[in-house]
C-alpha cells in the first residue's frame, strides 16, 4: 500500500516566447505562458481528461513583479489579482484549492517537497504546479511604447503567501547590501580570497565554468539565449558584455529577460495507476530537503553556505545515494558561487561534471522564481530517456538565504517517505550569529563589492571583520575614484582599514585625498580631469580641461564630488579655491560636445560641479575666475561664498541661447545676489557682461588684476584663515539656514543652537583668551 502513495511527477510543459514586438495582441504575459505551460503538462500525461478531474489543488509560483512590496512593485500593463485561478479557469480545471507561493527561487523545489508529503499523506489527490515570466516582452513593448493588458483575473478563494520571511536585516540594508548583483559579489570576492586567487584568475575560473552552461543552452528548445559563449568571451569586458558589479560581466549572472512557463503535475503512484497514466511517464522525488539560513552578515563564513551543504547531505543521504551514484544535476546558478559551493559540498569537479541541465540562468534564463520549475521538467524529461537514471536539483533563494533539494529517478524507492528538515532548520538556528558592528572600527577586509551603473561605478561596499565581529561599510555614493581604486589598483582583500559613523551608517575611512602617495599605494585616487594641492590649511582645486574650455562633463562632475566631500571632511582644510588651467577660461559650462554625443549626462548629488547642490557647505569656496565663465562655470562661481575676477575675465548664462536655462541654481542664485529685475535682464538674454560690470551688480566681489586672480584668492583665503575656523563654520550654518528658512525671524532662531554648539568649542575659548592676553590666536578646528 505503501507504494501506491509514493508521490510521482507525471505531467511536464515548458514554454516560450521570442516575441518581436510587432503584433501587441500577440504579446506573452507570464500568464499565458503559465497556462500554455499547463496545457503542454496535461498532454504530456497522454490522459488530460483523466488527470483534470484529479487536480484538486494549483499552486502558481509567484511572479517577480509581485516580489516586491506593492508600493514599489513596477506594473505599467496592470497586474492580475489571482494567478492561479486564472490559470485553472483558462485550463478548465476545478481545484478546490488555490495558492499564490512566496517569493523565491526555492519556490519550484520547494513546493514539490511539501506536495509529496501532502499526497503521500492524503490530504492532496493531485497537485499542478506553474509558473511564467514575461519581462523581455515587458521591456520591448515600453520600449515601443505599445500598450499590453495584464489586469485579466479569475475570481476565486486564494491562498496568497505573500513575500515570505525577509532575508536581509536592516543594518545590512543601511551598511551596503541591496540587489543581489551587489549582495552575491561578496560571495564571489570571499570564495576568492579563500582560495587564493587574484582578481585575474578568478574571473578566468568562473568564465571557464560557466561556458559549458551555455553549450547545454543552445540545445535545449526552450532556452532564451541560445548562442555558445566561450570562456574567453565571457571573461572579457566588451559592449555586450559590460560590468555588472566586480567580478561580474553581463553573462556571468542570471539574465532576467525572458518570456518563459514552467508546469508540473504530480499525483501518486496509485492515482496516476487508476487514471490511466502509462508507467514510462512515472519520474519519482526520493531523497529531499528545505532550510532556511541566517542573514548574510550573520553568517560565520561568507565563502560557504551552511544550508546548502545541510539541504544536499540530507537529500543524498534519504536517497541512500552518494554524490557519485548522481547521474545528472541542475545546480541553481543564478550567480557563479552557488555553483562553486554546491560542487564543493558535492565533492564533484565541476570541470569533468557538468551541474546544468538546461543551460542555467545566464543562458537558459533566469525565468524569476520560477527557474527550478525549467530545471525539474527538464530534469524529469532526461531521466525518462535513461532507464534507471538519477538527478539532483537544488534551488536557491534570497541571497542563498532559502535552499531546497530533491533528487528524481525513474525507478520508484523502496519504502519512500516523506523526509523532514525540521532538524536541520535547528541546526542552523544553533549557530551563533556573528555580531554586526556599529561603530568606528578597525579590521581586515574579507570581501567588497563594487556595483557598475552605465557609464561607470555608482556604488560599493566593503565586508571587514574586526575584534568585535563583522563591520559593513559603505563607499560614499558617486565616488568614482575610491570604487575605481578598489578594482585598478592593488587588491583590497586582507588589507587593514578603518570605519567611520556618519548619519548611523558605517562608511570605509579612506587615506587623506590631499597626501602625496604613491600611485601603487592601496586605495590611492586618482583624477585626470581635476588638479589638487594643498597648501596648509587651503585646498586648491583647478579645473583641467584646458583644450575645452574647462567645460565640465560627467567625469569631471564626479572627480569634484568627490574631492569636495573629503575637503569638508578633513579637519585639516579650512579653505577651499577653485580655479581653471590655462588663461582663457574658468569654466566654459557644461560639455555641449558631450551632449550632442550622447555621452555620459549624469551629475552627482551635489550637482555641477560637485558643488552646485552642495547646500549644507560649512568651510567657504572662493571662486578665483580667471578667464570666461559660461552658464554652469558662472553657476560654480554662484554657488562658491566669495568670488575674485580677472580683469580681462567675462561671465554669462547663455544657455537661453541653446535652448536651455541655468538649471543647476544660476536662475535662483543670481536672482538672490543681485536683485529681480538685474537678473531676469541676463538671465533671458544671455548676455555677456565683463568684469567691473560684474562688480557693480554684486555677482563678485573684487576685480584683480590680469593673471592674478589666484593670487587675489590666496590673499582672501589667508585673511579668513586669521579668522577661528570654528566660527567661520558656525557662521556657515547660519547662513545656510538663512538660505532655507528664508524669513528673518526663523533664520535668527536657527542662531540659537548653532551658537550652544559653538560655545562648547575650544576655538571660543581660545579667541577669547588669545584676545584678554592681547596675541595672536592660536586655532586648532576643535
Not at 495582441?25 to 484529479?54: F, Q
Not at 519581462?135 to 520600449?143: D, E, I, P
Not at 564543493?344 to 525565468?367: H, M
Not at 528524481?408 to 551563533?432: F, G, H, R
Request: hydrophobic content about 40%; aromatic content about 6%; glycine content about 8%.
Amino acid at each position: 500500500m505503501t507504494a501506491e502513495l509514493a508521490p510521482v511527477l507525471v505531467g511536464i510543459g515548458q514554454a516560450i516566447s521570442h516575441w518581436d514586438g510587432n503584433d501587441p495582441a500577440s504579446a506573452p504575459s507570464p500568464i499565458a505562458l503559465a497556462s500554455e505551460a499547463i496545457d503542454l503538462a496535461l498532454e504530456d500525461t497522454t490522459v488530460p481528461a483523466s488527470i483534470k478531474k484529479l487536480i484538486d489543488t494549483l499552486v502558481f509560483v509567484r511572479t517577480m513583479q509581485d516580489s516586491v512590496p506593492a508600493k514599489i512593485a513596477r506594473m505599467p500593463f496592470g497586474r492580475c489579482e489571482n494567478p492561479p485561478a486564472t490559470v485553472a479557469e483558462h485550463a478548465s480545471l476545478n481545484p478546490s484549492r488555490l495558492i499564490y507561493s512566496e517569493v523565491g527561487g526555492h519556490q519550484p523545489q520547494a513546493l514539490v517537497n511539501e506536495f509529496a508529503k501532502k499526497l503521500f499523506d492524503g490530504e492532496v489527490k493531485a497537485v499542478a504546479l506553474c509558473g511564467g515570466e514575461a519581462a523581455a516582452a515587458l521591456k520591448l513593448a515600453r520600449k515601443k511604447r505599445l500598450k499590453l493588458d495584464w489586469s485579466s483575473s479569475a475570481s476565486a478563494e486564494m491562498e496568497d503567501r505573500g513575500l515570505g520571511a525577509a532575508i536581509a536585516t536592516e543594518y545590512g540594508l543601511k551598511n551596503g547590501l541591496g540587489l543581489p548583483t551587489q549582495t552575491y559579489a561578496i560571495f564571489e570576492h570571499a570564495i576568492r580570497n579563500r582560495l587564493g586567487l587574484d582578481r585575474e584568475a578568478y574571473s578566468k575560473q568562473i568564465s571557464e565554468l560557466l561556458a559549458p552552461f551555455s553549450e547545454v543552452a543552445a540545445k535545449h528548445p526552450c532556452a532564451q539565449f541560445k548562442e555558445v559563449r566561450s570562456a574567453d568571451f565571457l571573461g572579457t569586458l566588451s559592449k555586450e558584455n559590460y560590468r555588472i558589479s566586480d567580478p561580474y560581466l553581463r553573462w556571468h549572472v542570471a539574465q532576467e529577460s525572458v518570456n518563459q512557463g514552467a508546469a508540473v503535475i504530480m499525483t501518486t503512484v496509485g492515482a496516476a495507476k487508476r487514471a490511466g497514466i502509462p508507467e514510462d511517464k512515472y519520474v519519482y522525488l526520493h531523497g529531499h530537503a528545505s532550510v532556511a539560513d541566517r542573514p548574510v552578515v550573520e553568517r560565520e563564513d561568507l565563502s560557504r553556505s551552511k544550508a546548502i551543504d545541510l539541504v544536499l547531505n540530507r537529500t543524498l543521504s534519504s536517497s541512500e545515494l552518494s554524490a557519485e551514484d548522481v547521474d545528472l544535476f541542475d545546480i541553481y546558478s543564478c550567480f557563479p558561487c552557488v555553483v562553486q559551493i554546491a560542487a564543493e559540498v558535492l565533492g564533484v569537479d565541476w570541470r569533468d561534471k557538468l551541474l546544468t541541465v538546461t543551460g542555467g540562468l545566464p543562458f537558459f534564463g533566469g525565468a524569476g522564481n520560477n527557474y527550478s520549475m525549467h530545471a525539474i521538467a527538464t530534469m524529469v524529461e532526461k531521466i525518462r530517456a535513461r532507464e534507471g537514471a538519477t538527478g539532483l536539483i537544488l534551488a536557491n533563494g534570497g541571497f542563498m538565504s532559502k535552499e531546497a533539494a530533491g533528487l528524481y529517478c525513474s525507478k520508484p524507492m523502496e519504502n519512500w517517505a516523506p523526509v523532514s528538515s525540521e532538524d536541520l532548520q535547528k541546526k542552523i538556528e544553533s549557530i551563533p550569529a556573528i555580531k554586526t558592528v556599529a561603530s568606528e572600527t578597525e579590521g581586515k577586509i574579507e570581501s567588497y563589492s563594487v556595483v557598475s551603473g552605465r557609464h561607470s561605478f555608482e556604488r560599493g561596499y566593503v565586508s571587514i571583520m574586526t575584534d568585535e565581529g563583522r563591520a559593513l561599510a559603505k563607499m560614499p555614493s558617486g565616488h568614482r575614484a575610491t570604487l575605481s581604486a578598489f578594482l585598478h589598483g592593488p587588491d583590497p582583500l586582507g588589507r587593514t582599514v578603518s570605519v567611520r559613523r556618519e548619519r548611523n551608517t558605517n562608511y570605509l575611512k579612506m587615506p587623506s585625498l590631499f597626501e602625496l602617495r604613491g600611485a601603487d599605494a592601496f586605495l590611492s585616487r586618482s583624477f585626470k580631469f581635476v588638479k589638487i594641492e594643498r597648501r596648509d590649511r587651503v585646498l586648491e582645486i583647478t579645473l583641467n580641461r584646458p583644450k575645452s574650455y574647462n567645460a565640465l562633463h560627467a567625469a569631471a562632475h564626479f572627480e569634484l564630488a568627490e574631492i569636495f566631500d573629503e575637503f569638508e571632511r578633513d579637519p585639516d582644510l579650512w579653505v577651499a579655491i577653485i580655479t581653471g588651467s590655462g588663461e582663457k577660461a574658468f569654466c566654459a559650462g557644461n560639455d555641449l560636445v558631450v551632449t550632442a554625443s550622447g555621452g555620459d549626462m549624469s551629475v552627482p548629488r551635489s550637482g555641477f560641479g560637485g558643488l552646485c547642490e552642495r547646500f549644507d557647505r560649512q568651510k567657504p569656496v572662493i571662486a578665483a575666475v580667471n578667464g570666461a565663465a559660461m552658464g554652469g562655470g558662472l553657476e560654480i562661481a554662484l554657488a562658491c561664498d566669495l568670488a575674485i575676477m580677472d580683469e580681462n575675465a567675462t561671465c554669462a548664462l547663455p544657455e537661453v541661447k541653446v535652448g536651455l536655462f541655468a538649471a543647476a541654481g544660476g536662475v535662483q542664485r543670481l536672482t538672490r545676489q543681485i536683485g529681480r529685475k538685474a537678473a531676469m535682464e541676463l538671465i533671458l538674454t544671455g548676455r555677456t557682461i565683463g568684469a567691473h560690470e560684474a562688480l557693480n551688480l554684486g555677482v563678485i566681489n573684487s576685480v584683480a588684476q590680469p593673471g592674478e586672480a589666484l593670487a587675489e584668492a590666496r590673499l582672501l583665503a589667508d585673511q579668513i584663515l586669521k579668522a577661528s575656523p570654528s566660527a567661520v563654520r558656525a557662521s556657515k550654518r547660519a547662513l545656510n539656514a538663512f538660505e532655507e528658512i528664508e524669513n528673518l525671524e526663523g533664520a535668527m532662531k536657527a542662531n540659537v543652537p548653532i551658537m550652544r554648539e559653538l560655545f562648547r568649542t575650544k576655538d571660543l575659548q581660545e579667541g577669547v583668551t588669545a584676545f584678554a592676553e592681547k596675541r595672536e590666536p592660536k586655532w586648532t578646528n576643535s
